[in-house]
T-cell receptor, first 114, second 112 residues
């Protein structure tokens, strides 16, 4: 069966510090991968999605970046965090190329930038 | 640009009551619509996926309907239980199947 791992679960970082959140998927190949952010009082916002290694689409201009060094690994990074980067970050995957497949989420990372 | 709206934002009901959550979307050219559940501080769990050719999907006490032409979906929960308390989100694809655009959710509280 497929599983998605996301870590860390919680993170407290000072403004200006770097960030690296990692997500890995097991039990499937060639997945679509996504990073979403959920800020307090706001909806789920798509940040990045990837349909293959090295293929990253950015949905929102910001100081965050994403990379996909391996087929089932998706990394969210920042060189210098801002206060506005605080939020709940969720990684997700779906079957590539399918027209009616569910989206599966990781357990999330609660990031607090102080 | 696809926009998803969920009404109400919050709902509190006594245990045992049947309830309906509403979702509307602006672009009806969708492949499917998904309903998710999110518990506080947790990730999202997919509840139901309705394909664009379908009118409804059922899973246990949950029934989701889709009226693609009018851009609406409803999630019906029968005989609500305290364990149903969570935030329910609906989502539709931006284009084709992925990626998904989410509504802000309906926060449901079922009181014992």
């Amino acid at each position: 069966s497929q599983t998605i791992h996301q870590w860390p679960a919680t993170l407290v970082q000072p403004v200006g510090s770097p960030l690296s959140l990692e997500c890995t998927v097991e039990g499937t190949s060639n997945p679509n991968l996504y990073w979403y952010r959920q800020a307090a009082g706001r909806g789920l916002q798509l940040l990045f999605y990837s349909v293959g290694i090295g293929q990253i689409s950015s949905e929102v201009p910001q100081n965050l970046s994403a990379s996909r060094p391996q087929d089932r690994q998706f990394i969210l990074s920042s060189k210098k965090l801002l206060l506005s980067d605080s939020g709940f970050y969720l990684c997700a995957w779906s079957v590539r190329g399918a027209t009616n497949e569910k989206l599966f989420f990781g357990s999330g990372t609660q990031l607090s930038v102080l | 640009k696809q926009e998803v709206t969920q009404i109400p934002a919050a709902l509190s009901v006594p245990e045992g009551e049947n309830l309906v959550l509403n979702c509307s979307f602006t672009d009806s050219a969708i492949y499917n619509l998904q309903w998710f559940r999110q518990d506080p501080g947790k990730g999202l769990t997919s509840l139901l996926l309705i394909q664009s050719s379908q009118r409804e999907q059922t899973s246990g006490r949950l029934n989701a309907s889709l009226d693609k032409s009018s851009g609406r979906s409803t999630l019906y929960i029968a005989a609500s239980q305290p364990g149903d308390s969570a935030t329910y989100l609906c989502a539709v694809p931006v284009s084709g199947n992925t990626p998904l655009v989410f509504g802000k959710g309906t926060r449901l509280s079922v009181i014992a």
